[in-house]
C-alpha cells in the first residue's frame, strides 16, 4: 500500500488541493491521499485561523465519497506545535509494515525545507512527492539541500525520482495548479461574492452555515 500524507491549514479546503491530490494518485500509483489540518501553523499569522474542529469537518466533507481519499485530525492530539515529523513518526507506527508513505508539499514548501524541524530525519523517513508549478525552475535538489547532502542523491531516471542513499525518493510531479487559493475564497466571502466551483457544494454549505469567514478577525 502507498500512503500519502497531505497537510495543510485548510482554512477552508478548495478544488486546488483536492485536484492536485487526484492527479498525485495516478502520477504515483497511491492507494491512499490523507488529509491533516494543522492546529495552527506558527507562520499563519495575517488572518485568525478558524477553529480546528471546522476545518476537520470540511475536509471532512470534502474527500467524502472519493475512496482514494481520507483525512486525520492527529495533529491536534498532540499538545504544543505540531511538526511534520512527529506525524511522519505516527503513521509509520500506525501503518502496517508493507506500507509505503510519501508527504506531499507544494514546490514553495519544499525549497525550505531545511528550515523543518528535524528535516533530514525526516527526509530519511519517507518519500517525497513534491508538486511543482509553472514559474518554479525546477533544478532537482540542487538548490535546495546542502551541496554534500545533495550530491548524495542519485537520479533514477526510469523512476524519474532522487533517491538518497537509504533508499527513500524525492519525486518532482507537476500537478494541475488550479489557480484558486483559500485567502482567494476567504476573500470572496468577506465581500460577498459567491464561492461556487472552487470548492465543493458541502464545504459552502458548511461555511454558510457556521458563518465563516464573514469578517477578517
Ligand atoms: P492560503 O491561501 O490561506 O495560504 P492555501 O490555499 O495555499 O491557503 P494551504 O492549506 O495553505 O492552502 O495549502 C496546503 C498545501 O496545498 C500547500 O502545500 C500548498 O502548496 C498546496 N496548495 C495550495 N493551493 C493549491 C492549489 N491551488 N493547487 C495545488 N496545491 C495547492
Known sequence: MK????????????FGHLRAAQELCALLS?????FIPAPAPPHKTEWKISPFEDRLQMVRLAVSGNPLFSFSDIESQRS?????VD????????????????FITGQDAFNAIVTWREWESLLGLCHFA???????????????????????YRYDEAGDAFESPSGKRVFFRKTTFLDISASDLREKIRQGQSIRYLTPDSVIAYIEEKGLYKSRV
Not at 518554479?136 to 535546495?144: Q, V
Open 130 to 152: 513534491v508538486m511543482t508549478r509553472p514559474g518554479y525552475e525546477n533544478e532537482g535538489l540542487k538548490k535546495i539541500l546542502p551541496p554534500d547532502l545533495a550530491a548524495a
Open 30 to 34: 497511491l492507494d491512499r491521499v490523507i
Open 3 to 14: 500512503w500519502a500524507l497531505f497537510g495543510g491549514t485548510f482554512d477552508p479546503i478548495h
Open 80 to 84: 504544543g506545535k505540531s511538526y511534520s
Open 87 to 102: 506525524t511522519v513518526r505516527y503513521f509509520l507506527e500506525q501503518a502496517v509494515q508493507s506500507t509505503t508513505l510519501y
